[in-house]
């Protein structure tokens, strides 16, 4: 499986819509899993991969008045990720890549709200931070496809799982994509 990144700044307001290039996009939700149906782009033929996953972290942020608005937002691509073969590992295998997304863009709400920024450097820092995850989103992400096999070891696949789940649970405070830090004398 070939796992796709991209980079966009813009936000998104519908968890699952059209474009107006027509990219058929789901925002990760913990209860929305991923099906066969989510991937529309063709299948690349020529590809020795079974399945191609296309995700992406955005990022966004504003000054409100007093406060710091900012989104980071892990979205699925469907218009550009395939699926060869109707098999529930691969499926799975899939959308632990999904997964792993939402967990960076967790890492990077974290990190986002425990640093020290002012009016003039707040697009600096998260730009800063969104890259350093971003690098190590994508090192986790071959990681995992090379562990796994592709999909093809269960037991590997099962332990990445577990893992993935344990960490999104544990930054669960930061599971929410909008955050606000209301800015004050110590901030700026």
Same mark, same amino acid.
């Given at each position: 499986?070939?796992?796709?990144?991209?980079?966009?700044?813009?936000?998104?307001?519908?968890?699952?819509? @059209?474009?107006?290039?027509?990219?058929?996009?789901?925002?990760?939700?913990? +209860?929305?899993?991923? +099906?066969?149906?989510?991937?529309?782009?063709?299948?690349?033929?020529?590809?020795?991969?079974?399945?191609?996953? +296309?995700?992406?972290?955005?990022?966004?942020?504003?000054?409100?008045?007093?406060?710091?608005?900012?989104?980071?937002?892990?979205?699925?691509?469907?218009?550009?990720?395939?699926?060869?073969?109707?098999?529930?590992?691969?499926?799975?295998?899939?959308?632990?890549?999904?997964?792993?997304?939402?967990?960076?863009?967790? @890492?990077?709400?974290?990190?986002?709200?425990?640093?020290?920024?002012?009016?003039?450097?707040?697009?600096?820092?998260?730009?800063?931070?969104?890259?350093?995850?971003?690098?190590?989103?994508?090192?986790?992400?071959?990681?995992?496809?090379?562990?796994?096999?592709?999909?093809?070891?269960?037991?590997?696949?099962?332990?990445?799982?577990?893992?993935?789940?344990?960490?999104?649970?544990?930054?669960?405070?930061?599971?929410?994509?909008?955050? +606000?830090?209301?800015?004050?004398?110590?901030?700026?």
């Amino acid at each position: 499986m070939k796992l796709i990144l991209v980079i966009f700044l813009s936000f998104l307001s519908a968890p699952i819509y @059209k474009t107006q290039v027509d990219e058929f996009r789901i925002i990760w939700n913990s +209860t929305r899993k991923l +099906t066969f149906l989510d991937f529309k782009a063709d299948v690349d033929k020529s590809s020795s991969l079974s399945a191609s996953t +296309t995700i992406q972290i955005q990022k966004k942020a504003s000054l409100v008045e007093d406060s710091l608005e900012y989104s980071i937002v892990c979205t699925f691509l469907g218009s550009k990720s395939w699926i060869k073969a109707t098999k529930k590992n691969l499926l799975n295998h899939e959308q632990l890549h999904f997964d792993i997304g939402e967990l960076y863009a967790r @890492k990077i709400r974290q990190q986002f709200y425990t640093l020290e920024y002012s009016e003039k450097n707040y697009g600096i820092l998260l730009d800063s931070v969104y890259k350093v995850n971003w690098k190590q989103l994508i090192l986790e992400q071959e990681k995992y496809d090379i562990e796994t096999g592709h999909s093809v070891i269960d037991s590997i696949q099962q332990r990445w799982k577990n893992e993935i789940d344990f960490e999104l649970n544990e930054l669960s405070a930061f599971k929410d994509t909008l955050c +606000t830090i209301l800015i004050t004398e110590e901030n700026e």
